[in-house]
């Protein structure tokens, strides 16, 4: 019941309908306007296309997510550590580490929800298919990733604005290294960094008569176990420094 | 229940944006095809965009009947055509193609599709979306669960006879035979003539076509059976317009049930 109280205070202070309303019509907007085959005649091959085209979906709402993300956490960690609100919320008979991990679990959820419904609606104009399985799998991992970094960084500067902004273009650094590493010809050690090269891999790999062999060769498990395991680090990371952070 | 009304209502006005977005840009599609042929030849095949089609097909070698398919439909034929420019509107996002019929051995075809306007699927399922939400926030905002029943009963009551009226079985085919006994009865026929007598009447109606979801035409015959000798025996065959929502039939523009 504490645990549903604190879900209840975290989305009237952090998340509130203006917020929600902004958030989900601005990500939508930003999928579907990029879904552009299905605004002409989607020919043979919809399940290669919807998957081309779910990628430059989730490109185009990667900054919307990025922005978000950032905001969310910034207001949700660095305002109310700042502000003292969070010793008020520890009045509530809840452990630290819960505390924390419900504001994430709030937060990741609302932010999966807001990717996940356009996605959803992409199907009933490409058809359902595994592709869209392929898209949902690597946007998981992505938010994953993104809200666990915001959430860690957030809790390492307090400030509200310098968290954001902090947090906003890290994320930024990160989207845009692999493009980084390829300009400079490491093509190798960029496939492997960039995120977004998993839902074609695995495209590739379930396309491939021997996938398990071609998921070995596209280094497709090492982006994922990179990822998962930082992703799980900071989660982890950031439960410790919350445990033992001075409130006051 | 609010915070998914607000989300709905969101995601609707996400959609009906990138829906206007998507409008704004038309996508133009042109391609050179060679294809010695006297055989009927599919172009374009695919599932097509709701929107407005702007069409300009050249056949080269000889003349061709060119029609439109879209959802199992023939939505427009060319007949006898080097080749055309023209306008159709596609109403639903589904398998289209242009199937060429050569009268003779054509060489090479050439076609510019440009698609504009917006997608008609994407703005109603926005506002479907929008609306849904909008009702879910207006219901989880009563309070009082009582006033939301009586809301309900009365949206059930208003639409009931839209529901029992508008039977989805009502096709072609459909038909129906009654049986009743008339004694001691008048007809009065056009020319106000009356006729006294008992009779056994047979009403036959079948449903011969459905014209629009509203409207299906009827064929109906009455025929009544003298049961003693002044009564004659006559039968009468014609056609009706049924409206299947309001039960209404009409002959002649005349409502007569």
Not at chain 2, 16 to 39: F, H, N, P, Q
Not at chain 2, 109 to 129: A, P
Request: glycine letters at 6%; hydrophobic letters at 50%.
């Amino acid at each position: 019941m504490e645990i549903l109280k604190i879900f209840r205070l975290e989305y009237d202070n952090t998340w509130n309908s203006k917020v929600i309303g902004i958030f989900f019509s601005i990500l939508s907007a930003a999928y579907i306007y990029s879904l552009k085959s299905s605004a002409t005649i989607l020919m043979t091959d919809i399940y290669a296309i919807y998957l081309f085209e779910a990628l430059q979906g989730y490109m185009a709402s990667s900054i919307v997510l990025v922005v978000f993300v950032s905001y969310i956490f910034s207001k949700s960690i660095s305002r109310q550590i700042s502000s003292g609100l969070i010793k008020t919320w520890l009045g509530f008979p809840i452990k630290r580490k819960h505390l924390l991990i419900s504001k994430f679990v709030l937060g990741y959820t609302l932010l999966l929800i807001g990717e996940i419904m356009p996605i959803i609606y992409s199907g009933f104009i490409y058809g359902f298919h595994i592709g869209i399985l392929i898209v949902l799998f690597a946007i998981i991992l992505k938010l994953f990733f993104y809200t666990s970094y915001s959430m860690f960084f957030c809790l390492m500067i307090r400030d509200v604005l310098a968290s954001f902004a902090g947090s906003l273009l890290s994320l930024y650094v990160v989207e845009s290294f692999p493009m980084f590493l390829h300009t400079l010809g490491f093509d190798d050690i960029a496939n492997i960094v960039d995120i977004n090269n998993i839902a074609l891999g695995l495209y590739k790999v379930l396309n491939a008569k021997k996938w398990f062999d071609t998921f070995l060769e596209t280094n497709l498990w090492l982006t994922i176990i990179i990822y998962l395991g930082v992703s799980i680090l900071l989660l982890l990371s950031s439960i410790q420094i919350f445990r033992k952070m001075d409130l006051d | 229940m609010k915070s998914i009304g607000v989300i709905l209502i969101a995601f609707g006005i996400g959609i009906i944006i990138a829906g206007i977005l998507r409008g704004y840009v038309s996508d133009t599609i042109s391609l050179d095809s060679y294809v010695e042929s006297s055989r009927p030849v599919k172009i374009l095949e695919g599932i097509w965009s709701p929107r407005k089609v702007y069409l300009n097909i050249k056949v080269y070698g000889g003349r061709a009947d060119i029609l439109l398919y879209s959802n199992g439909a023939v939505l427009k034929i060319w007949n006898n055509t080097f080749g055309f420019i023209d306008r159709v509107d596609i109403a639903s996002r589904s398998y289209s193609y242009l199937l060429i019929i050569p009268h003779t051995k054509i060489n090479r075809i050439s076609h510019k599709v440009t698609f504009y306007g917006v997608e008609k699927d994407v703005l109603i399922n926005g506002f479907i979306i929008m609306f849904t939400g909008i009702i879910v926030y207006i219901v989880s905002s009563i309070r009082k669960k009582s006033s939301l029943f009586a809301i309900i009963l009365f949206i059930l009551f208003g639409s009931i006879s839209n529901f029992y009226a508008s039977p989805n079985w009502f096709n072609p085919g459909v038909y129906a035979k009654y049986k009743a006994r008339l004694e001691d009865g008048f007809i009065l026929f056009n020319n106000n003539t009356i006729i006294r007598g008992n009779w056994s009447v047979y009403i036959y109606w079948e449903c011969i076509e459905v014209v629009n979801d509203d409207i299906a035409r009827l064929f109906i015959n009455i025929t009544l059976v003298g049961l003693d000798n002044t009564s004659p025996t006559f039968s009468c065959t014609d056609y009706a317009l049924l409206n299947i929502s309001s039960r209404k039939v009409f002959h002649g523009n005349r409502e007569v049930v």
